[in-house]
């Protein structure tokens, strides 16, 4: 289906395209001008992850980033968006204290543009923290299956729900996520037909991450798929060799310079 060019993607919408059958399109953005960029090419929503510490800030993880960071990018990427729901992930720390602490700082991510904020897990308090943001009017998305701020215990980039027990896990908190009132679901990392399962179980709509394409919508790193980064992860389709591009480009300046190719005659005053 088509949506309409001048009409703000809400995060009740997201609902509204899983029940069209429409898939949702998402991307990640750190900064302005990419953030105007993906925008303009229609993704429907736009999220600025803890990601950020490990593609923009050059982090090992998420962990060495916090409110600060995510605030401020938070501002800038909101900044270049005039369509898409933007949506910012809850940094470690954030809301893994105490309800009251998750509030505070949610509302600061709200404060800087976001329309929805993203957290992980399915814990006691993460599923309080999830009704008490949505009572309070704060839509939340919800994020199963590997969770990088838990990378600690469950391994980097280990796929979830492998087993009969962990699947079964997986699924129960998906919907206790979707009862305490999450609009949506990340599914990152577990077997498809695990998130088939999921996808069809739920009234709301879940994003797939490395989870096949049963899930009602996609979310890809944007460094990830343009090339950007050397990583050759499994679950990534790379659109654009933009690391290549960008050194082709960079040679090809500094040796104009070196040679007094550049500036040419149309390049001066």
């Not at 996808?199 to 899930?215: F, W």
């Amino acid at each position: 289906m088509v949506k309409s060019a001048d009409s703000k993607i809400q995060p009740v919408d997201l609902i509204l395209y899983k029940s069209r059958g429409e898939k949702i399109v998402c991307l990640t953005a750190y900064d302005f001008r990419t953030a105007q960029i993906v925008d303009s090419a229609g993704i429907d929503l736009i999220l600025v992850g803890d990601s950020l510490a490990n593609v923009f800030a050059g982090c090992n993880n998420t962990y060495e980033i916090g409110m600060t960071e995510m605030v401020y990018h938070t501002k800038v990427v909101s900044r270049g968006i005039k369509k898409a729901l933007l949506v910012a992930d809850m940094p470690f720390l954030s809301f893994q204290v105490s309800v009251e602490e998750a509030l505070k700082n949610a509302s600061e991510l709200l404060k800087a543009g976001a329309k929805a904020i993203k957290l992980e897990g399915a814990t006691e308090l993460t599923l309080k923290i999830v009704e008490k943001l949505t009572e309070i009017g704060i839509p939340v998305v919800g994020h199963l299956g590997y969770t990088p701020q838990s990378a600690g215990v469950l391994g980097i980039g280990k796929v979830q729900g492998r087993t009969q027990s962990s699947a079964q896990d997986i699924f129960e908190q998906a919907r206790s996520l979707e009862m305490a009132g999450a609009i949506a679901l990340v599914l990152e990392l577990i077997p498809q037909e695990l998130a088939s399962q999921i996808t069809q179980s739920l009234r709301i709509p879940t994003i797939g991450i490395g989870a096949g394409l049963g899930c009602d919508g996609q979310i890809l790193v944007i460094d990830d798929m343009l090339g950007k980064t050397d990583l050759n992860l499994k679950f990534v389709k790379k659109y654009l060799d933009l690391e290549k591009e960008m050194r082709r480009a960079l040679l090809a300046y500094a040796s104009d310079v070196r040679s007094e190719r550049f500036p040419e005659e149309n390049n001066s005053f």
